[in-house]
Structures are given as C-alpha cells and as structure tokens.
C-alpha cells in the first residue's frame, strides 16, 4: 500500500514540476517575442467605499472564469474584500450569514467546519460543498476552515456544480480568492490589534509591494490571536474551549511578458484549541457554557500550504493551469464520556496530504457562429491524489473495563485511505441576438481508493477487524441552462444540473457498513436577477427543487460512541432565496437576505431499521434571515462609520429521528468606526442580547442523561481595533 502510494506521489509531483520547468523555459522565449510589458492597472482606492454614489460591480469565478455575477445562470452571493472588513470576518463561516440557505455545523475545534447549502451537507472526509482557496479544492473539510489573510472575495454558489467542479459538489462550491499583490513602488499594508472580553488578543498585519517593477510584486500577511474559552468545567474551575493561532501567507506575483502571468501563494497556519465544549443537551438548556470533566484534552492542527497559478493569454485560446499542495496534521484528546466520571477517553492523530493539478483551456473572445450567435468556451483537465492516515485509541477506564480491574485500550481505528483520481470537463456558452445564452456542460470523473483498516484491543478482547480492499467510481455530471437579458441589466434563467459526490471507505463502522456508495441528485433551478435605480438596488432571486438519491448521512455507531458515513435512502429539497442590496445615497448601504428550505427523507427511508419517512433532514434551518445596515459619514477629523446586522436562524432538527431541535433565534452584532489618514479605530458587539442557543448536538446514547450532547453557541462577545493603514 505504502509503496503504491509512493508511486502515485512521485508520479504526480513529478508531472507537476515538469511542467514547472516547461513554464519557466518557456516563459523568457515568450517574452522575447512579445512587446515589453504594460504596467497593470493601479486598483482603484477604497479607503472610502461607503461614499460612492452607486454599488459597485461584482465580478465572480462561480464558474472559473472572471463574469458580471448579473449574467451567470446560477445563484451565487459574493462577500467582496470590503464586506468582510466591514463584518469582521476571520473565517469562512463568519461570511456565510449574508448567503441565504447557508449554513455550518461547526464545533469549537476548528478542523470540525462543515457547510450546508440547501439542505445538502456531509461529513469532513467526503464534503459535499468543497471550498475552493486560490483555485485548490480541499478535499478533506478539516483543511478548509483556516484564517482568512489577505482575502479579496468569498463566493458562496448554490446548487450542483459538479459540471466543472467534479466530485463533492453536490451541494455547491465555496470560492475563496487572494488579493494579488500590488505593483505599488512604496509598499502599502496594515496593521491592527484587536482585543475584548474572555481576554481575547490579536494581531493582523498585511503588505504588499514591487520588488521589480512592472515585472515582480510580492504580498506578506500574518495572524496572531488568543482567547480564553466559553464554556467552564464545573469540576475543577478551567475554561474547555479556549483558542490560539497562528497563520501567514505569503505571495509572489511575476510578469515576466505582456500575456504571462504567473503567482506562488504559500500558507501556514497553527491552532491549539482547547476540549470540545460538550454536555448533555438537557444540562446546557438549564445552564449554558457549562461541562463537567475529570479529564481535560486539547485540540491542535497544523495546515501548510502551497498553490502555483499560471495564465497565458493567447490569440487562439487562453491556458492557465492551478497547481496545490496541500498538508495537515491534528491530534486532539476528549473526556468521551463528557462527564466527572473517568470513564473513557479518547487520544485521536490524523494526517492527509494531497496534490492537486488543474489545466484549463478557454475562448479568448467569443467566436463568431452566425451572424446572431457567439460561442464562449472552455475545456480542461483535473488530476489529484490523496492519502489520510488516522491512528485513533480509546482507552476504556478498569471501572467499566469487561476485563476486571484492567483498563482497556480500542485501537479505533487505525486506517490509511488512498485515493487518486481524474476528471475531464468542458463548457460552452452560446449568445444569441445578444440576448439569450445557452449553456451546455459535461464532466467525467474518475477514481480509485485503496484502504488499510485495523481495528483491535489492548488486552486483545478477541481477533483483530483487518480490511484491505480497493475500490473505483466513476460519473458523468451534466448541466444545462437558459439565460435571458429582458433588459441589460435584467436576467432570467433556469438550470438543470446533476451533482455527484464519490463513496469511499469508512476508517470505523460496523462490520459490513466500511464500504459507501456514490451520492448524485438532480437540481431544478429558475432565477431572476437585475439592477434598478442607475446601479443603486440589486435583487436575485431563485426557486430550487432538488432530488437526490443513496444520501450519505454522518450517523453514530450505536454504543461507540464514533460515526460513520451510511447510504440511507433519498430525499428532496425545495425551496427559494431573495437578495438585495440597496444605496439610496452616497455613504448608505442596505441589505438583506431571505432563503426558505424544506428538506425531507423520501419516502422508504430507514435508519437502523427505523423508518424516517418524511423526516426533515438534520441540521437544516428552514428559514435564514439576515437583515442590516451600513452608513458612512465624511467628518472633519475624517470618515466615521457603523453597521449593524440582525441574523436568524430558523429552527432544525439533530437528528434523523427528528427527537431534538433547535427553535429559531436571532443574532444582533454592531460595529462602529473612525478612521483619519493612516489611524483607524473601530468597535463591536457580536451577540448583542447575549441569546442563548446550542447550534450542534448529536444522540450519545446512555452516556448522556437526555440521550444527547450538544455545545452551546458564542456569547456575548465585544472589544476594540486600533490600527493604521500605510
């Protein structure tokens, strides 16, 4: 096994350095037969957005190609890099209350960050709505939920998109871009320390500049951060869930000839969290951000990562290609009985590392079929592998041990999974009479997952649970869709699409369950988008139906306390969203989002033999809501501003059985701020009211008094920014 992965990684790395080397041979030959380079454009200054006159236009890559978000047949919100100043976003969930039916299921451990769109959501191993940083899939979620530094834009895109995503974009894709370096002679960046209750303490510092100008840029961003935790254990007086990190990015941009470009984007980052912050659900409604442990663990991860983006514009068609390296380690402990009795814990190590190759072909400018039609196009090619070890104990106290007086230890598991796979893909769009787009797509993916599996006891209870097997999936995923312009700055359009996530191998379950099947589903989608007022109201708006079959559910193994991955039947979703944003006058932002989602099994589905028929999917908000305001002022000493935002969330349930929920509730956060020159200053509440809420919680069997745990969701929490910008 170990050999045949080994294979697979020189192979692949291989490939990716010797078209590295290919590149940068061709690179200087390029530039001897092309004109010397033009400056790039200076990016407009934003050091006061709020006092434009009118929104400005968004452009998105919701289908890898740079488009006005008004034209694109799919539903799709953008949080630009000034949105996410404004509402102080750290990480992708934090963006995500502006996106209607989006959602995460988070705990207090950061590697445990999965999105729910529409209804449709999935486990860290086999996610269903892949984030996407700079162009790099991240094919384990573990890896995805990291700190935002230097960010430009985050596009949540609803709906399949396994046309030309491929694999694990049943549900939709999460976009994130870096802001490329600037060209500038005198560097330009910012620093500022934010600090506030829970003694939390951070600092942010980016830069920017040219090494050689017109041809070399580079960027620096950093993190430091640290807070006290929310919960406390009630047996010995500590905080659980306390937090620190550390992160960096840093970018290369080179021009070497007017058309080439070419970018090297390094991260890192370091979290050591505390425990998981969970109880019994009963207890946390009576008493929130309370736990009771006689054991106290940790949570630590390390991501690393390194992406190569290249592009050529050509005179027959465009190349670019989108090179990732990606690698994560955690280890985390637990009190798995979450209780003041030393009954069981858990030590659990995971690794995964994983290399991503796309190239990408595209039209240069639309070509000419008749004299009412054009054709934009795009084709390419995805290659990846991945392998993920887990070495995972519990060590069983000698109070419940079946052996007498001896504590027992569970090795479960310890798993390597292997997976390497292809995917072909190709797009085109035709325009006609300027006013009706037609686009048709198709993707062929292609994969093969090797597992060890070993699961064994320390006194041995028996035999040890050995599996070694391979298995290959393989789909094709379609989309089609009409756009039509009414107006130029009005569209409607409908879609139909088909999404697909893989199956895979389970690294625990019960015997005869290590094995899941493919996931796929049908979306219907129709939509209207459009401008008024000379660019100051946007409104989308869309209607969804979506049926999918063998749904892949992260359900518990009875009295092991641990999950698996099972295909338990189908479901149906539907559903609409309503966005807008308006600027009646200059400094004056309003905004708002309403998404509606009703999610249920099929009818014949069953979970261990129970029928859940009609049940609404877990974890799934029928309604969310988000609702704000934002206004900025030019003063004499400078620029004063404010924004406030009420987020709700409609009520879910936990379970598949649908035995416990969350009722609906609403969140209030504020934020106030100054700036003259280079200072800024700025102010912020989050949970205004101080509600209380559990947003996670899962059957725990015997081990809990109610028969789940749960982790209450963030209090109150304010504090200050000061900073300068240079």
Do not use: C
């Amino acid at each position: 096994m170990n050999s045949m992965r080994q294979m697979r990684l020189t192979r692949l790395t291989g490939f990716a350095h010797g078209a590295l080397i290919a590149l940068m041979i061709a690179m200087p030959a390029a530039a001897q037969q092309t004109a010397p380079p033009a400056p790039p454009a200076t990016p407009q200054s934003t050091d006061d957005p709020l006092l434009r006159v009118g929104l400005p236009p968004v452009t998105v890559t919701a289908q890898k190609e740079a488009a006005d978000i008004r034209t694109l047949p799919l539903s799709v919100t953008a949080v630009s890099k000034e949105m996410i100043d404004a509402l102080g976003v750290r990480i992708v969930s934090d963006a995500a209350i502006v996106a209607p039916n989006v959602s995460f299921t988070e705990f207090t451990a950061r590697k445990l960050s999965n999105a729910r769109v529409r209804g449709i959501g999935s486990s860290p191993t086999n996610p269903a709505i892949t984030t996407f940083l700079d162009g790099v899939p991240q094919l384990n979620a573990s890896s995805s939920s990291v700190e935002l530094l230097d960010v430009q834009q985050i596009e949540f895109v609803r709906g399949p998109q396994s046309a030309l995503f491929g694999r694990n974009a049943l549900g939709g894709v999460i976009n994130v871009t870096s802001v490329k370096p600037a060209f500038t002679k005198k560097w330009t960046g910012t620093a500022q320390v934010p600090f506030g209750n829970y003694s939390a303490f951070d600092l942010r510092a980016n830069a920017s500049g040219a090494l050689i100008p017109d041809t070399l840029a580079a960027g620096v961003a950093l993190a430091y951060g640290t807070r006290d935790g929310y919960t406390i254990n009630t047996v010995t007086g500590d905080d659980l869930d306390s937090r620190g990190t550390f992160a960096f990015k840093g970018q290369l941009l080179w021009v070497p000839a007017k058309d080439w470009t070419a970018r090297v984007i390094v991260s890192g980052e370091r979290d050591e969290d505390g425990d998981y912050a969970l109880n019994d659900l009963a207890t946390l409604r009576a008493r929130g951000h309370e736990s009771a442990r006689d054991f106290e663990g940790h949570t630590d991860r390390n991501v690393f990562g390194t992406t190569i983006l290249t592009e050529r514009k050509g005179s027959l068609f465009n190349l670019s290609t989108t090179t990732g390296f990606v690698r994560w380690t955690s280890q985390d402990s637990t009190d798995l009985d979450y209780s003041a009795l030393p009954l069981i814990t858990r030590l659990n190590d995971e690794e995964n590392f994983q290399i991503t190759q796309e190239v990408r072909l595209s039209s240069v400018e639309p070509r000419k079929l008749t004299d009412r039609a054009t054709l934009r196009w795009q084709a390419g090619a995805f290659l990846f592998t991945q392998n993920y070890q887990q070495d995972a104990v519990n060590t069983i106290s000698p109070f419940i041990s079946p052996i007498p007086n001896t504590a027992l230890k569970q090795y479960s598991p310890v798993a390597e999974l292997d997976d390497f796979g292809v995917g072909v893909f190709g797009q085109g769009t035709a325009t006609i009479n300027e006013k009706i787009d037609v686009t048709a797509g198709l993707r062929l993916d292609h994969e093969k997952k090797d597992a060890d599996l070993k699961t064994f006891s320390d006194p041995a209870l028996g035999a040890p649970v050995v599996l070694v097997t391979d298995d290959s999936f393989s789909h094709v995923s379609p989309q089609v869709a009409v756009a039509y312009r009414l107006a130029p700055t009005r569209t409607v359009y409908g879609n139909v699409s088909g999404g697909y996530k893989a199956g895979g191998f389970n690294p625990i379950s019960p015997a005869g369950s290590e094995i899941y099947g493919e996931e796929k589903s049908w979306n219907l989608e129709a939509g209207y988008k459009s401008v008024y007022y000379n660019d100051r109201l946007w409104v989308s708006a869309a209607l969804f139906f979506i049926d999918w079959n063998d749904l892949q559910l992260n359900v518990p193994i009875p009295q092991a306390q641990q999950f698996f991955i099972a295909n338990i039947g189908g479901a149906t979703s539907k559903g609409f969203e309503l966005e807008a944003t308006a600027r009646p006058m200059p400094g004056l932002d309003l905004f708002g989002s309403f998404g509606y989602t009703s999610a249920r099994f099929s009818d014949g589905t069953t979970l261990f033999g129970l029928d859940v028929s009609e049940n609404e999917i877990p974890n799934t908000p029928k309604v969310t809501f988000n609702i704000g305001a934002q206004y900025g002022r030019a003063m004499t000493f400078g620029t004063l501003y404010g924004r406030a935002d009420v987020v709700v969330h409609g009520q879910f349930k936990y379970d598949e059985l649908n035995t416990e929920g969350q009722d609906a509730y609403a969140l209030t956060n504020l934020r106030v701020g100054a700036r003259r020159n280079m200072l800024f200053a700025e102010a912020w509440i989050k949970n205004v009211f101080d509600t209380d809420y559990i947003p996670v919680a899962f059957a725990y069997g015997q081990l809990a008094p109610s028969g789940f745990i749960g982790e209450s969701g963030a209090p109150r929490t304010f504090g200050l920014s000061v900073g300068v910008k240079f």
